[in-house]
């Protein structure tokens, strides 16, 4: 299924991360064993803990489409507690096998710009990618793997069956990481703060 332009359609807001509004930072939404990779937990951010890791991301060479390198701390603590307040958006904390490895934020994407540029369906959950540290051992394969085992932690903790993303069009390297992800490359639209190339996941939950 490729990512098309229009609109946004009242059965496409599912709010299949609403109920993640109610937990407090840090809790732990998924953890699992993942060959070749690593135990893999995924949780919600804690900006108390979790801050000083985020910022030294947000900052460091090469996250420059982030958008977030010119704050300080205090901004950027500001920046995702506002973020923690929306209920359809969320700010995930990755770890392998204890470290610290990504920033994950999935998003009702009915509720968000981009699903003023395509035609959201039920089922679409949003999602951006940051990949801050590279695993505590060697793994073959790195970003792309972390990247579609994120894909499948997302629909099977919310039964979304689709990932979409809209990373800046200029950042080639995240696009060649989604496409070896299996991610469709859609058209590239105009968002808020960004000339954005949208891409899809198909994806099946567990137990489906």
């Known amino acids: 299924m490729s990512v098309g332009a229009t609109g946004v359609t009242a059965a496409a807001v599912t709010g299949l991360t609403s109920g993640w509004a109610r937990l407090p930072g840090g809790t732990v939404l998924d953890e699992r064993a993942v060959d070749g990779l690593g135990l893999l937990t995924t949780a919600l951010l804690d900006l108390d803990a979790d801050l000083p890791t985020l910022h030294a991301w947000c900052t460091a060479r090469g996250t420059g489409f982030w958008g977030l390198g010119d704050l300080g701390v205090d901004d950027l603590r500001d920046t995702y507690a506002g973020l923690a307040a929306i209920d359809h958006h969320h700010a995930l904390l990755v770890r392998l096998d204890g470290t610290r490895v990504a920033l994950v934020q999935a998003y009702e994407p009915a509720l968000d710009p981009v699903g003023e540029v395509y035609d959201v369906q039920p089922g679409d959950l949003g999602a951006h990618v940051l990949i801050g540290a590279r695993p505590p051992r060697p ?63 198909e994806v099946t939950p567990a137990g489906r």
Do not use: H, W
Not at 141 to 168: F, K, S
């Open 139 to 201: 793994v073959a394969g790195y970003a792309p793997r972390l990247v579609r085992e994120m894909c499948q932690v997302l629909a099977d903790r919310t039964g979304a069956t689709r990932i979409v993303g809209e990373p800046d069009a200029r950042n080639t390297a995240l696009l060649r990481v989604v496409e070896r992800v299996g991610f469709v490359l859609g058209p590239e639209v105009d968002l808020p703060t960004k000339r954005a190339r949208l891409t899809s996941y």
